[in-house]
DNA sequence: TGCGTGATGACACGCCGTGTCGTCACTGTA
DNA sequence: TACAGTGACGACACGGCGTGTCATCACGCA
């Protein structure tokens, strides 16, 4: 039998998230998430680089998937398409994590620091989608715009998904604001923008 | 004379500037900011929530003057029309601050705490404008897109700005920018989606 | 038996951010 | 002049955050 448990940074997860749910996010202390997981305060900060960090223990491996992911589709494939893809897949890996998301979801809404870590979130997930899109011989600019698009609508779908039945699917919410993005921009094609 | 200079504000976000530039964000503390302004880190709290605050002195107005502005757009106008009025007016208004926003990217740039905060500044402006849509009765799902889309192309066009000569003017990159999301979105409308 | 490795505990320490109280110029009123 | 209210700031204490450093000990390996 090992001497530790081989398994500190999931405990220490789910000790975090046990007592932000009972004690709110500033009224737990490190040393008390800590103690709940059976280990110190100094082992939580060699598995979490802050307070907040702990929430977001599942996210580190996500940039790499979708490096993964997008190298897989056929070069043939347009960028739009691509990306479509890739929201797709992530969709049906995420479907069934819906009650531990709903949980942190409402921890992070009733904390500005923790919002604040969740953008930060997105950003490096669209960072790994644009840097995917370039590997593709994509342009830095449309794979910017594009990558922002589609955090932007994965987000939101997640959103509209948690706020629906528990068996909605989420890929039906992504087609749809996608759909929504597509109308507004279309919109306002040939408007008089002064140009 | 007063007891008290009044824009202890501004002393304090000019010292914590200078102070980041010669030591670096992280090995500067905020006594040292406060000593440089002449006041205690006492005060310094008083001004700003942490120390990152007291680089983003002056977006604390920025989702007013969103607010004030859209509201001062006819009713008649699209979505889309009103949002890039109000973006071509905040080109005008940041026009001037080039070297000043520069200096404060660069340092933004170099720390991953930062950098987090600025993404908040993006959020919360989108909040400004999709509640300034909502109130012009557009629907709150176009709204948040169209705010999202809108702040993506903005903070794009200020990156962009930031890498070309003094002299240019923001708002063409804005204009370059917003064709390039257009483009890229108009491209994929026809594609096989599995729909 | 002995050695290297790696995760953890134990301890100290500086900085962060807040609560609280006192100080004092400024303002308005009479 | 007098005097109370206001509001910004200084002074001080304090708990929590996050890091540096060294000791401990199971495990794998030879």
Do not use: Y
Request: proline share 6%; aromatic share 6%; glycine share 6%.
């Amino acid at each position: 039998m090992p001497r530790w448990s081989p398994d500190a940074a999931l405990r220490l997860e789910a000790a975090a998230l046990d007592s932000f749910e009972e004690h709110g996010f500033t009224d737990t202390t490190v040393p008390q998430i800590a103690a709940r997981a059976g280990l110190t305060t100094r082992t939580f900060f060699r598995h979490f680089a802050d307070k907040r960090d702990s929430l977001f223990l599942r996210d580190r491996e996500f940039p790499q998937a979708v490096r993964d992911f997008l190298r897989s589709v056929p070069a043939e494939s347009t960028p739009v398409a691509t990306v479509q893809l890739g929201l797709a897949s992530a969709c049906r890996g995420v479907q069934g994590w819906r009650p531990q998301i709903a949980r942190r979801q409402a921890i992070i809404r009733s904390e500005p620091a923790l919002q604040e870590r969740d953008l930060l979130r997105s950003h490096r997930l669209g960072l790994a989608i644009e840097q995917s899109l370039v590997e593709r011989d994509v342009a830095q600019p449309q794979a910017h715009t594009l990558a922002a698009i589609a955090v932007t609508c994965f987000d939101l779908a997640i959103a509209r998904w948690l706020d629906e039945p528990p068996d909605t699917d989420l890929e039906e919410n992504l087609l749809a604001v996608w759909d929504d993005v597509r109308a507004v921009m279309e919109e306002g094609a040939g408007d008089g923008r002064g140009r």
